[in-house]
C-alpha cells in the first residue's frame, strides 16, 4: 500500500512544468513559458528588504502580517477602488497561490464541486482537486474581438453541490477582462445561491484596452461587492512590481472571516517572513512609478507581438486587453505540448501549451510578452521560421 493518497498520486503535472523544465537555466532559450517578465525587482523594493534585515527583522509575525503591511495593503485598495476595508478582512499570503488554496481549504471539501472559467492557470484546478472538491469547467469562446463567456453556460454548470466560482481578470492566459455588467449578474447569481466567487486579480495594474485602462486598473469585484458578500479577491507582488521570487500574496474575504483565515494560516505557514514585508510595504508605499513603467513596458511588448503573429502564415492571434499573453492557435497544429518541446529543442523558444490550461485552449500556444523589444524580435524572428517549417509526426 502507498504511503501517499491515491488521488494526489493521480494529479497531473503541469505541462507548462514539463516544457519549461526543458529550458530552463538555459541561456540559449529566450523564455516566454512562465509567468514573469525579465525585468529584476526595483532596487527600492530590495534595500528595504535589506535595511530590515540589518535591522533585525527575523522574528515571527502575526500569522495575517505585521500591522504596518496590513495598513498599507488598507491605503492601497483605498487608493485604488475607493473602499475603506477593516483591517479583519484582509491578510498577506506567502504567494498567491497560498492565498488560492486557503480559500479552497476554506470553501471546499469531498462531494462538492467548483466551477472555474477555461482557459485558466492551471494550478487553480488542481488546488481544488486536493482539497476533494470536483473541478467543473466553462471554456470561453475566442473570436477575432477576443475571449467572450456565456453566462448562462457559466450558471448552468453550477449546482447544489457547488461552493465557488472562480475566474481571472485579467485572465491568464487570455487576458480577457470581465465586464461590469457581467461581473454584477454573477454577483447577483451567487448571492442568491449561496456560492462564492473566487476572484483572481493579480494581473489589476496590466491593462490596456477599456474601462480602467485611463488610471491603470482593472475592474475589480471590490468595486461593487458588499462587505457581507460571498467574494474573495486573491492578489499578488508578484506582476506588476516584478516580484515573482518573493512568493508574496494577499486575499480580502467576507467580513467574519477573520478568525478562520488566520487559524489556515496557522497550519499552513504561520505567515510571511518580516523582512519581506518591508519590501512589500515599500512597493505599496512608493511603486506607482514602476508599475506605470512596467504596464507601458507590456503593452509595447502586447503590441510587437500581435503586429509580428498578424503576419504570420497559419497563426491566428486572440486579442487580449489585459495581462501579458498571447495566445494564438497553428493551423495544422493539433498536439500543442509537442509543438512547445520541439520549439525550445530546435527554435531556443519557450511557450507554454494551450493543453495545461483546461477546456477551451486545447489548440492554442501561450507566451509572455512581459520581456525586452529586442528579445522579443529575436524570439518573433525563430517563432516565424519554426511556424513556417512545422509538420506534426
Avoid at 492601497?76 to 488554496?101: F, Q
Avoid at 487553480?124 to 473541478?135: T, V, W
Avoid at 473566487?198 to 471590490?222: K, Q
Avoid at 493539433?334 to 520541439?342: A, M, P
Wanted: a neutral charge.
Amino acid at each position: 500500500m502507498g504511503l501517499i493518497r491515491p488521488d494526489i498520486e493521480a494529479l497531473e503535472d503541469s505541462p507548462i512544468v514539463d516544457v519549461w523544465r526543458m529550458g530552463y537555466g538555459n541561456p540559449d532559450v529566450i523564455g516566454m513559458f512562465a509567468g514573469e517578465s525579465d525585468v529584476p525587482t526595483p532596487a527600492f523594493i530590495c534595500d528595504a528588504t535589506a535595511r530590515a534585515l540589518a535591522d533585525g527583522r527575523t522574528f515571527y509575525t502575526p500569522n495575517r502580517g505585521i500591522q504596518p503591511m496590513r495598513e498599507a495593503l488598507i491605503a492601497y485598495n483605498k487608493r485604488l477602488y475607493g473602499i475603506d476595508l477593516p483591517d479583519d478582512r484582509i491578510t498577506l499570503t506567502p504567494s498567491g497561490m497560498t492565498a488560492v488554496m486557503l480559500v479552497a481549504q476554506s470553501m471546499v471539501g469531498k462531494g462538492d464541486n467548483a466551477v472555474a472559467v477555461t482557459p485558466s492557470w492551471p494550478n487553480i484546478l488542481r488546488a481544488m482537486q486536493i482539497c476533494g472538491a470536483e473541478p467543473r469547467e466553462v471554456a470561453m469562446t475566442p473570436g477575432n474581438n477576443g475571449w467572450a463567456l456565456d453566462m448562462d453556460a457559466l450558471f448552468a454548470a453550477c449546482d447544489a453541490r457547488t461552493k465557488v466560482i472562480y475566474l481571472a481578470s485579467p485572465g491568464n492566459p487570455t487576458g480577457w477582462m470581465i465586464r461590469r455588467e457581467q461581473a454584477e449578474q454573477l454577483l447577483d447569481f451567487a448571492r442568491a445561491r449561496g456560492i462564492a466567487i473566487l476572484s483572481d486579480e493579480v494581473y489589476h495594474r496590466l491593462v490596456y484596452e477599456g474601462p480602467g485602462s485611463d488610471r491603470g486598473v482593472a475592474f475589480s469585484f471590490l468595486d461593487i461587492a458588499r462587505p457581507a458578500d460571498p467574494v474573495f479577491v486573491v492578489n499578488s507582488f508578484s506582476k506588476a512590481w516584478a516580484m515573482t521570487g518573493w512568493r508574496l500574496g494577499w486575499i480580502v474575504y467576507p467580513e467574519g472571516n477573520k478568525t478562520s483565515f488566520e487559524k489556515l494560516i496557522q497550519f499552513n505557514s504561520s505567515g510571511v517572513a518580516e523582512f519581506l514585508q518591508y519590501g512589500a510595504i515599500a512597493a505599496l508605499h512608493h511603486g506607482e512609478e514602476f508599475v506605470k513603467f512596467f504596464a507601458d513596458r507590456c503593452r509595447g511588448g502586447r503590441d510587437l507581438v500581435n503586429a509580428r503573429l498578424a503576419r504570420m502564415q497559419r497563426v491566428r492571434n486572440i486579442p487580449n486587453t489585459g495581462g501579458f499573453y498571447a495566445m494564438f492557435e497553428v493551423a495544422a497544429v493539433n498536439d500543442t505540448l509537442t509543438f512547445c518541446k520541439r520549439a525550445v529543442l530546435e527554435a531556443k523558444i519557450g511557450m507554454a501549451p494551450g493543453i495545461a490550461f483546461g477546456r477551451g485552449s486545447e489548440r492554442f500556444v501561450r507566451l509572455c510578452y512581459a520581456r525586452s523589444d529586442e528579445q522579443l524580435t529575436l524570439a518573433m524572428d525563430r517563432l516565424e521560421a519554426f511556424v513556417a517549417g512545422y509538420r506534426e509526426t
